[in-house]
Every structure is written in structure tokens, then in C-alpha cells.
């Protein structure tokens, strides 16, 4: 008599929202609990790096990805390093691919790496208006952040927080919700990273320095100091843009010039428009012999 062989049930999992694909069930088999805990030592890193850039839980987001992707088993992720089921939208200019998911033949984007998808997955929540309470939800809390994008509309599935939680719970994904090792203080809240000019930035708060902000991101302070132009004296007030990254020689197409303001100074526009001061200055012919003088107006590109 022939033997049968029972493939493990996968649980429907109801439908997401138009921006993902359905999910998969947690694992329940030994197979799939390896196959869980090969993903997580493949990707942790890799969701650390987005916690550190983006102020995401690296377990929020090593969740989604195992649930999105059944552990980067799904076609989506295995053809097309989409490992969280992200669909095209009308902006989406890169390589596609179309799948069943809620109707027929649906458009889902296609990456050139997984840290490709993963990257693009930070940008979808910062840049979602509907996420942007969970910002203020501390790192460590991935049950607010789990609950919180449920309520948001991230997914349809009544169940779709507890999935999450119940992964990160068995597999003590919590352990990577750290800020260089150092877990962040209850109530202490990372920062929101903003993109200014196309350069990931940040805003000084109250009480920080920029030895805070190095610390949170793991950046050299002098590779920080020297991305804002400012010396080790210098102090920016509180509230302004500091970059994560060096600034551009021009501003974006949406701001082709700026009328000077009282207060202003050349540095000052630097920062709030993501520009390098040598460039201004150079663009500008500033100088000793032309000086900044309120009402000028500025080409910024």
C-alpha cells in the first residue's frame, strides 16, 4: 500500500492591504523552524542596518519578513528579492513581476538584492503618512509597533499583530532592537530619519549633540561633524537638519532659489536645503567683496 505523504497545512492567512502580498502562516514543523532560523541568521544584520537608518525595530522588520515572505521561500522573494511583498503603485519605474495575490496577475516590484528590498521596505512605512505615529513609539517596543501597523491598515488579518509578536517571541528577534548594542531607554525615542535634498538627515533635539546622534547610528564623529561642515567648538541650535550623509552641490528641482532672511547664514542654508557651503558660495560668486546681505537671492542649483 502506497504511503501518502501529508504536506504541511499552511494556514490561510487572510488578506493585506493593496500595498503587500497575503502572508504565511507561523511555522509549526521542524523543517520550517530551521528554515525560520536560516532567514533570521542571514537577514539580522541586515535589519539592524535599517533600525540604525531608519528608527524601524530590526524585530519588526525581520518579522514582516518572515511572515511576507515564508522565510524567503515565496516566489516573490526567491525570483524577485521581494521579501515583503511591496506592489508596483504608479511610481514604481523599476523591474516587475506579476503574481495572483487578492486578484489576478497583480504588479509587484522586483529588486536587484534583498538589501535592495529591504531598503525600499524602511522607505514604504517612513515615507507612509499613515505610519508615521509609530515613529514615535520607542525601538523597543515592537508590541506597540506590531499593534500599531495592524491599526494603520498594513494588513487586513484580525491576527496579523499577534503574528508578528508570537515571531518575534519564539525566536527572540527582540534581541536585536539595540542602537550599538546598547538598548534605548524606556520612553527614549530613536530619531526619524527625513530625506532632505535626497540625503538621509535628522533633527537635533534638545539636550543632544552630535556625539548622540554618531553614538545612535554608529557613525565617527568626525565623519558627522565633516557631513555638516561644523568644527568640534560649534553647537547647531536646536532643531536644525544634521546629515547622515555628505551634502549635495545643488538643491532639488523644487528649490531653484532662496531670498535671504534675516538670521540667515551661509551654513544655515546649507543645512535646510542639503546643500554644501563651498557650492553655494561658488554658485553665488560669495565672497569677502560680495557678502550675504538680507533680501539677495540665492541660486541654490
Known amino acids: 500500500m502506497k504511503i501518502l505523504r501529508f504536506a504541511v497545512v499552511i494556514l490561510p492567512f487572510l488578506l493585506v492591504s493593496c500595498s503587500v502580498t497575503k502572508q504565511t502562516a507561523v511555522p509549526t514543523s521542524t523543517a520550517g523552524k530551521d528554515a525560520y532560523s536560516a532567514y533570521i541568521a542571514r537577514y539580522s544584520d541586515m535589519a539592524v542596518d535599517q533600525m540604525k ?4 525595530p530590526a524585530s519588526i522588520t525581520l518579522a514582516q519578513g518572515l511572515l511576507e515572505s515564508d522565510a524567503g521561500r515565496s516566489t516573490l522573494a526567491s525570483k524577485c528579492n521581494n521579501h515583503f511583498g511591496i506592489k508596483c503603485h504608479n511610481d514604481w519605474k523599476g523591474r516587475k513581476m506579476y503574481h495572483d495575490d487578492d486578484e489576478r496577475q497583480e504588479c509587484f516590484r522586483c529588486y536587484g538584492s534583498p538589501e535592495d528590498s529591504y531598503r525600499d521596505h524602511s522607505l514604504f512605512l517612513v515615507n507612509g503618512a499613515r505610519y508615521k505615529d509609530l515613529f514615535k513609539l520607542g525601538a523597543t517596543d515592537y508590541k506597540g509597533w506590531a499593534k500599531g501597523l495592524k491599526a494603520a491598515g498594513y494588513a487586513t488579518s484580525p491576527t496579523y499583530a499577534q503574528k508578528l509578536i508570537e515571531l518575534i517571541e519564539r525566536y527572540g528577534l ?5 542602537r550599538n548594542g546598547v538598548r534605548l531607554k524606556p520612553g527614549q525615542l530613536p530619531h526619524q530619519p527625513l530625506l532632505v535634498n535626497g540625503q538621509r538627515c535628522v533633527r537635533l533635539r534638545e539636550g543632544e549633540t552630535l556625539k548622540d546622534i554618531a553614538r545612535e547610528y554608529g557613525m565617527q564623529l568626525r565623519l558627522l561633524r565633516r557631513f555638516n561642515e561644523v568644527d568640534r567648538k560649534f553647537t547647531p541650535p536646536v532643531g536644525t537638519l544634521i546629515y547622515l550623509e555628505r551634502k549635495k552641490s545643488r538643491a532639488d528641482r523644487e528649490h531653484r532659489t532662496y531670498v535671504v532672511r534675516k538670521g540667515d547664514s551661509l551654513w544655515s542654508i ?7 557651503m563651498n557650492s553655494l558660495a561658488s ?3 560669495l565672497g569677502d567683496d ?4 538680507v533680501g539677495m ?3 541654490l542649483r
Open 283 to 285: 554658485r553665488n560668486r
Open 270 to 276: 546649507s543645512q535646510q536645503f542639503g546643500v554644501r
Open 297 to 299: 537671492t540665492l541660486v
Open 174 to 178: 527582540d534581541r536585536y532592537d539595540t
Open 290 to 293: 560680495n557678502p550675504l546681505t
Open 53 to 56: 537608518q531608519y528608527g524601524i
